[in-house]
């Protein structure tokens, strides 16, 4: 195993990306998989009117490019949405690992079952409900994963989203993103301020979203 993860380090490069530029694009066949270590990126559809849909936020540690183990080229583009650093890793080598080591199958298996929970999850909130509850959950989504990925301060996470990336997010117009935010922070129920959110009464917010621990 020790030498696998040498040979890994070789097939390993590093790469890097200013805001707003693309890191994977529509057809590529990079044959690469990245994996974020720092900043923020979106995997986003482009409608034939020019409409977007952000189809998930990735954060530090998430992966992106990994259909490029089962297919050769991109299907959804992903761009930096914060300045963002990256490893790259050899799609070929991979394949080479997941035959000698099944355990990296089992992790791969997960973390795509993990993405399709998170894409139903997603096709509710966009069916079912509101534009509060919307709101909130993606609230909550973020700052479970960053309060997981030990990225978070508390109730305070970092928050580089534009309103018309919540809006194009959450399938809204962003004058009714700007309308919910406002009627949060007036409600004492979060704050935003210099790419900081903080959750000022959580209870609230979970209420919002109808969203419950078990």
């Not at 000698?100 to 069916?127: Q, Y």
């Amino acid at each position: 195993m020790g030498a696998s993860l040498g040979e890994g380090e070789r097939r390993k490069t590093a790469g890097s990306a200013l805001a707003r530029q693309q890191i994977l694009r529509p057809g590529e066949a990079s044959g690469r998989v990245i994996v974020l270590r720092q900043g923020w990126a979106l995997r986003s559809a482009i409608t034939s009117d020019g409409r977007r849909q952000v189809l998930s936020i990735l954060l530090p540690g998430d992966i992106a490019g990994g259909e490029f183990l089962m297919r050769d080229k991109v299907r959804v583009p992903v761009q930096s949405l914060t300045p963002v650093e990256y490893c790259s890793f050899d799609v070929t080598y991979l394949k080479e690992i997941a035959g000698e080591n099944p355990a990296f199958i089992w992790t791969f298996v997960d973390l795509c079952l993990s993405s399709k929970e998170a894409s139903e999850a997603r096709l509710i909130d966009l069916g079912r409900r509101n534009a509060e509850q919307r709101l909130a959950r993606l609230i909550l989504d973020l700052h479970r994963r960053l309060r997981e990925k030990g990225l978070s301060n508390g109730a305070t996470i970092p928050f580089p989203l534009r309103q018309q990336t919540v809006a194009d997010a959450l399938g809204l117009t962003q004058v009714h993103v700007s309308r919910v935010i406002r009627s949060l922070r007036q409600s004492r129920i979060l704050q935003i301020r210099s790419g900081q959110l903080t959750i000022l009464d959580m209870d609230a917010l979970m209420a919002t979203a109808e969203f419950y621990e078990t």
